[in-house]
C-alpha cells in the first residue's frame, strides 16, 4: 500500500491522516484481490502465475496470495525498449538478482565489438535524450549551461534520485549507511559547509516537477546552508556539463553515478543502485567514511562495470510478437487499441475473435469438445 500511496500523492514521506480517503480504498483493495486470488488459486491448482512488477498494492496482494500457497511467480515489466517486454522470476527491484544478470551478459558478450559499441551507444543516447525504455527528463536543459563556479574550490556535485521506486519493496532497496538519500544528503551538507576549500551543487532530478510541494520544497529548503547550491529540477542547467566540472560526483542510485565513471569522474554512491556490485562507484557507508573519500584523491574506477550496464539496458526482453507499440504506454493488441476496446463493440467483437481464434483451432486438433 505504501508504494501505491507514495506514486498517487507523488509525495515519498505522505501525512497517512491527511490521505485517510486514499488508503481505506487501498487496503479494501488489496484484501479484497488477495482473498479473491487465494480463492483462484486453490481451485485452479495452478503451478505458475504472472503478475506485474510487484511493486504496487494490487498486485503485491496477488504475490502474497501466491508466495502463500508456494506456487511459482514470474513477473513481467517493460523490455530495453518499447518493442520488449522482459519476464523474471524476481521482481525488477532485486537489485542483486539485475546485477548477476548483467553481469552474465557481459561475461557472454562483453569481448565482442559490437557489444562495447552498443553499450557505450546507450549513455550516448542518455546524453542526446533518446528515449529507449523510458521517458527522457533533460528535454529542457541547455547544452553547456553551469551555475556559478569558483574554479579555486573543490567541486562537489550530488545528484539526487526519485524514491518512488524504494517504497514497500522489503529489503531489497534498502541503505546500509543511511535512512535515505535526504538523511545522507543532510551529512554531505555538514561536511562541506564548513569548508571553504569545497563547493556543493545539489543536482534535483528533473522529475521532481511531477512530485508534490512538500517533497519540492524539502529539497530546495537545502540551499540556505553554507558552500551549497541546489539546482531545481526545472532548471536549464546541464547536468552533463555539471559532472564534466566536478571532481567528485555523488548520487543514490541515479544512472549519473555510471555517467560519472564513463567521463573520467571520481563516482560516490551513498544509497543503493543498479551498479553497486559493478566496481564503478565508491560504497561509503558512513558520514566518517565519506568525509574520507571527499578528501582524498580519488581517481575514477574502470569503466568495465558500466559498459556491461549498458549493454544489459540495450538488450534485455523478449520482443513483442502480438502487441504492436506506438509510444511507451501506448500501442495495439492483435491490431486492437485496447484503450478504444470498450468504447466499440463491433471492435471488441473482432478482438475477441482475433484472440480466441488460436484457441479454437487448438481444441479441434486435440479433439475437445468445443461446444462447452
Known sequence: MASSLVSDTQNSRPDLKIHHDRIIPMITSSVSVYEFTKSVLESTKADLIYIFNGRFCNHRAVMCAAQEHGIEILYHERGANKFHYNVMPAVPHDLSYLQQRIKSRWDEFGKDPAARELATAYFTDLRKGVVHGWVSYTGNQRKNALPAIDPTRRIISYFSSSEDEYVSVGDLIKFTGWNSQFDAVNDLIQICQGDSRLQLFIRLHPHKRYKSAEDQNRWLALAEHENVTVISFDSDVDSYALIETSDVVITAGSTVGLEATLLGRPSIAVGPSAYSELGVTYLPNSKKELEK??????????????????????TFGTKFKHFEPETLFKGKFLGVDLHEMPLNRKRWLRFKNLLFKPLRALKKVLGVNQSR
Open 293 to 314: 573519500l571527499l578528501f582524498s584523491e580519488l581517481k575514477p574506477l574502470p569503466v568495465e562495470g558500466v559498459l556491461a550496464y549498458g549493454h544489459y539496458m540495450m
